[in-house]
């Protein structure tokens, strides 16, 4: 009974603030603000730029989480480390580093500046390299993990087989992970939406070009409370709903051990004879 | 088992510690803590006014809040003890729900400057140059009090610009600028002071510049208005504003 008292307690911490938000909220206003010009670039740009990050982060997570999972090279464990750093870090720390590093006159940045005319501050790419940076560490962290539950014995059995390391991983691996991808994927991406510091530090705020609903929602809150209240409200609806939605969905159809084994070689079997 | 006892000292102790920085006001004698909310472009300014007050008056520990203008109100109005408020234009204190004890008396004015990096190397001579094509100018948001003065300077003079970014204070500005992200940006002139070597101010003429006037007043709801008085004639006394003038205000 403990164990329920606290976990009651548990949910009202994240349900009471939600709550207090809804007490206050002006609803008299809501179209008002949810109409302007401002909010739907603000909201246009953080859907756009989040989904280019989640995607980018399964680009170039996948491969490490399966290089942190199955091989075993010397240096993994601070290869591992780094590529997690960044989710313990405040944004606002990433955000800095990031500005000295590719910034117009960062280590790195001064040399795409002059060589390829690339600036990322103050642009849409630099948003999008903010939110990749604060992350992709969900998403190789889920798929690692579930690369590591996956039993590499189906893997082995597809291969001798016949079938390609390619066709392998996109067939037997790929949809054994897919819970962990998916729930991977999901996290990413709703950092991605809700990224701040890193992004106000490194990207700047400009409506249209870099002004995310976060960036838009903090200036809201110096000149309008009001309307900070209303665009908090969009983005908890927008996110509760995407959660909401993906998890019974894709994570729900997660099988028992003893039948994923019957089906998987199953599976195996018959997705490399095709 | 073991550890039991010295986690529960450790955290007696925490409570402590915790306690005893909380209460202010408690404890022997007639140390009242005053709470000072004001504008971000005051800090500097401020913390030597504090040091100067707490030589003449010892018994009263001054607690500075610094942020946007309206980020004060909107605390004070969510019911932030604030005994002094000191907000960047004259306007935001009328926001105060609970309105002012008294009237609100005028503190100090400040100019805007265009603010460049060290050694100028873009060669910015006037508000007109900023308009030119390829120039990343960063500005602050028109949310806050600088953004909107640098917005009514640059109508002022007649002269549109491409903002690479509006930056949500006026220290925002000035560190990008500093740093070399932007090529220039329009702030305090107090800012440009406080830059010191770090960057260069472009004097914006007379005829195009704005004046912020900085207000002082008592929310009604401050639990030392007394104090708050006597800090308020401090502040507004020839000491104070010698050190203010030593920052760049009221010029």
């Keep these: 009974m403990l164990a329920v008292v606290l976990a009651a307690v548990a949910v009202a911490f994240f349900a009471l603030p939600l709550v207090g938000l809804l007490w206050r909220m002006p609803w008299s206003r809501v179209w008002e603000v949810l109409s302007s010009r401002a909010v739907g670039r603000a909201l246009q740009l953080s859907v756009t730029t989040s989904l280019l990050a989640a995607a980018i982060s399964m680009v170039f997570g996948v491969p490490l989480a399966w290089m942190l999972a199955r091989v075993g090279f010397p240096g993994r464990s601070v290869v591992r480390a780094l590529s997690t750093l960044s989710m313990v870090l405040p944004a606002v720390v990433g955000g800095v580093a990031l500005f000295f590093s590719f910034g117009r006159r960062g280590l790195f940045g001064q040399y795409l500046d002059e060589w390829f005319g690339i ?44 079938g390609s390391r390619w066709y392998v991983f996109r067939r037997v691996t790929l949809p054994a992970i897919r819970p962990g991808l998916v729930a991977g994927a999901v996290l990413a991406w709703s950092r991605a939406l809700g990224e701040f510091g890193a992004t106000v530090t490194f990207a700047g705020n400009l409506p249209g070009r870099t002004q995310t609903m976060p960036l838009a929602t903090y200036l809201a809150l110096e000149s309008d409370p009001e309307a900070a209240l209303v665009l908090s409200l969009l983005l908890i609806a927008v996110s509760f709903a995407v959660l909401l939605g993906l998890r019974d969905r894709w994570l729900g159809q997660a099988r028992t051990p003893a039948s994923k084994d019957a089906a998987s070689v199953d599976g195996t079997a018959s997705a490399v004879a095709t | 088992m073991r550890r039991a006892p010295s986690v529960l000292l450790l955290g007696a102790a925490a409570l ?201 007043v008592v929310p009604r709801e401050a639990e030392h208005p007394d104090e708050a008085a006597t800090f308020i004639a401090f502040l507004r006394g020839p000491q104070a504003q010698a050190i203010l003038n030593k920052f760049g205000f009221g010029r």
């Design chain 1, 119 to 162: 600036r990322l501050p103050f642009s849409t790419a630099g948003v999008v390299v903010a939110q990749v940076f604060v992350a992709m560490p969900f998403l190789v962290l889920s798929v690692e993990s579930a690369l590591r539950q996956l039993d590499s014995r189906l893997e082995d059995a597809a291969r001798t087989l016949g």
């Design chain 2, 16 to 216: 402590a510690a915790m306690a005893t920085s909380c209460s202010g006001d408690s404890g022997g004698g007639d140390r009242v803590t005053l709470e000072v909310f004001a504008a971000s472009s005051l800090t500097d300014a401020m913390w030597e006014i504090g040091e100067a007050y707490r030589e003449t008056h010892p018994n009263t520990t001054l607690r500075f809040n610094f942020a946007g203008s309206a980020s004060l109100v909107a605390q004070v109005n969510e019911g932030a003890p604030a005994d002094v408020l000191v907000p960047a234009d004259l306007q935001s204190a009328e926001r105060l729900d609970a309105g002012i004890v008294g009237t609100s008396e005028v503190l100090t004015t400040n100019t805007l400057t265009i603010i460049v990096e060290r050694g100028n190397p873009q060669s910015i001579d006037s508000l007109d140059d900023l308009a030119r094509p390829g120039l990343a100018v960063v500005l602050a948001a028109p949310d806050v009090p600088i953004g909107k003065y640098a917005q009514e300077v640059l109508d002022k003079a007649g002269v549109v610009v491409s903002p690479s970014s509006l930056e949500a204070s006026a220290k925002a500005v000035v560190t990008k600028v500093v740093l070399g992200e932007a090529d220039a940006g329009i702030v305090y002139t107090t800012d440009v002071i406080a830059a010191g070597d770090t960057a260069v101010g472009v004097v914006i003429p007379e005829q195009q510049n704005v004046q912020a006037t900085y207000a002082v």
